[in-house]
């Protein structure tokens, strides 16, 4: 697959995992601990699917 086209993918389910964890967290936890932890989430997220696209491309 193109990286290009994988960047973009992973942004948008990125994008997405955000947005169900920003709906989910505060439910479970109060507000600003879910909202941080949310935020958290979604970097750990990107910098990890960064590090597997460039294990792959190189």
């Given at each position: 697959m193109d990286a290009?086209?994988?960047d973009v993918v992973i942004g948008l389910i990125a994008f997405i995992i955000l947005v169900i964890?920003?709906?989910?967290l505060p439910m479970a936890l109060p507000?600003?601990?879910a909202y941080l932890?949310?935020?958290?989430g979604f970097?750990?997220?990107l910098?990890?699917?960064?590090?597997l696209v460039n294990e792959k491309i190189t």
């Open positions: 290009r086209l994988l964890l920003l709906a989910v507000a600003a601990i932890a949310a935020i958290i970097m750990l997220f910098s990890g699917a960064g590090y």
